[in-house]
T-cell receptor, first 113, second 117 residues
Framework: KAGVTQTPRYLIKTRGQQVTLSCSPI?????VSWYQQTPGQGLQFLFEYFSETQRNKGNFPGRFSGRQFSNSRSEMNVSTLELGDSALYLC????????????FGPGTRLTVT | GNSVTQMEGPVTLSEEAFLTINCTYT??????LFWYVQYPGEGLQLLLK?????DKGSNKGFEATYRKETTSFHLEKGSVQVSDSAVYFCALSDLGYSGGGADGLTFGKGTHLIIQP
């Protein structure tokens, strides 16, 4: 069974631009969560989607948004990029909603210059 | 709120040494506990989990026991290998007293483990 895939793997953007990251969960998984990983803050929860509905949201500004499609694929959008948004963005899928065990993708490395 | 505390390291051991990585947690409800491992350039892989007090999770020679009385979930392995070198994250997922939705996984800062041959 294929794992969680994320595209693109690497991205360089300029401050003020917006970016969209994509995540395809494991086949049959209905929940997708997003996390931000930085050296300073570690791993922080962004949001979770289950059956196309946002279930939970972490403590991030409104510039961070997401959505989930009927095939469970998810996208995450960051508008008006700031230098501090440079991070590894990880997507995780699970069969059911949290606290079910989550399976992570390889991440998208976003660099904001 | 929820939190997870673990030693950050780096922790350097010789091959075949005994490993312990401490993890303690604070949670408002009834958490499930997890250990994830991250190899260089990769995402996180679930290593083991425990969903209730006194449960023992185990995988690939690693094990951890859910200790509610000490709010701990220490990771242990009897004999480490060079291939175990990675960053290890302790995490929890908390249903909360209401039994409602959890706010994703709460992670510790990660422990960088280096195994020397």
């Amino acid at each position: 069974k294929a794992g969680v895939t994320q595209t693109p793997r690497y991205l360089i953007k300029t401050r003020g631009q917006q970016v969209t990251l994509s995540c395809s969960p494991i086949s049959g998984h209905r929940s997708v969560s997003w996390y931000q990983q930085t050296p300073g803050q570690g791993l922080q929860f962004l949001f979770e989607y289950f059956s196309e509905t946002q279930r939970n949201k972490g403590n991030f500004p409104g510039r961070f948004s997401g959505r989930q499609f009927s095939n469970s694929r998810s996208e995450m959008n960051v508008s008006t990029l700031e230098l501090g948004d440079s991070a590894l963005y990880l997507c995780a899928s699970s069969l059911a909603a949290s606290p079910d065990e989550q399976y992570f993708g390889p991440g998208t490395r976003l660099t904001v210059t | 709120g929820n939190s997870v505390t673990q030693m950050e390291g780096p922790v350097t051991l010789s091959e075949e040494a005994f490993l312990t990585i401490n993890c303690t947690y604070t949670a408002t409800g009834y958490p499930s506990l997890f250990w994830y491992v991250q190899y260089p350039g990769e995402g996180l892989q679930l290593l083991l989990k425990a969903t209730k007090a006194d449960d023992k999770g185990s995988n690939k020679g690693f094990e951890a026991t859910y200790r509610k009385e000490t709010t701990s979930f220490h990771l242990e392995k009897g004999s480490v290998q060079v291939s175990d070198s990675a960053v290890y994250f302790c995490a929890l997922s908390d249903l909360g007293y209401s039994g409602g939705g959890a706010d994703g996984l709460t992670f510790g800062k990660g422990t960088h483990l280096i195994i020397q041959p």
